[in-house]
């Protein structure tokens, strides 16, 4: 199993670029989600998706959108960049259910510069 | 709203040596809480976490830590590190509403040294 994979691995925009991020897992998980990493700050969660066919806003959505194509995808889309969208960002999966099978498995991540 | 604080950003330890790494947390309900490690230019991966019942858990890497729900802490100790635990820690916290929704702390860098 690949477990959780993100494309691209390493992208640079201009301001007012778009670009989508795409995410894919080979675990059968229901739950789906995005988190931005900044110096300092963590993990933020940008959007969720509890199941296929649903999506949720997270802490810091604006300026993205999302899309769960089905149950093994989840993309991120940047309509139109802007520097403060640098970041890495990162996808997870969980098989949610019950708590005590529930664990979120990463990708390795997407670096985003945006100039 | 829940929120994790993570008071050390870095610590610096020489192999070998005990460390601590802090980790608090607030919440108005019942919480779960997890330590995940991210190595260099990697995603994250959980280290251990806390559901229910014993409040000391264990890693299979040595690592373990304590659910102290007075202190409303969770705090990770190794009591032996080695060269390769050097990595960025991270505490979250969680409540149940039929799928995980993890907050995370700022992190703590573990920096060993020889």
């Known amino acids: 199993n690949a477990g959780v994979t993100q494309t691209p691995k390493f992208q640079v925009l201009k301001t007012g670029q778009s670009m989508t991020l795409q995410c894919a897992q080979d675990m059968n998980h229901n739950s789906m989600y995005w988190y931005r990493q900044d110096p300092g700050m963590g993990l933020r969660l940008i959007y969720y998706s509890a199941s296929e066919g649903t999506t949720d806003k997270g802490e810091v959505p604006n300026g993205y959108n999302v899309s769960r194509l089905n149950k093994r995808e989840f993309s991120l889309r940047l309509e139109s960049a802007a520097p403060s969208q640098t970041s890495v960002y990162f996808c997870?999966?969980?098989?949610?259910?019950?708590?005590?099978?529930?664990?979120?498995?990463f990708g390795p991540g997407t670096r985003l510069l945006v100039l | 709203a829940q929120s994790v604080t993570q008071l050390d950003s870095q610590v610096p330890v020489f192999e070998e040596a005990p460390v601590e790494l802090r980790c608090n947390y607030s919440s108005s309900v019942s919480v779960y809480l997890f330590w995940y490690v991210q190595y260099p230019n990697q995603g994250l991966q959980l280290l251990l976490k806390?559901?229910?019942?014993?409040?000391l858990v264990e890693s299979i890497n040595g690592f373990e830590a304590e659910f102290n729900k007075s202190q409303t802490s969770f705090h990770l100790r190794k009591p032996s590190v080695h060269i390769s635990d050097t990595a960025e820690y991270f505490c979250?916290?969680?409540?149940?509403?039929?799928?995980?929704?993890?907050?995370f702390g700022t992190g703590t860098r573990l920096l060993v040294s020889p």
């Open positions: 997870a999966s969980s098989e949610a259910g019950t708590v005590t099978r529930e664990t979120q498995y």
């Open positions: 806390y559901l229910s019942g014993s409040t």
């Open positions: 979250a916290v969680s409540e149940w509403t039929g799928f995980q929704k993890l907050v």
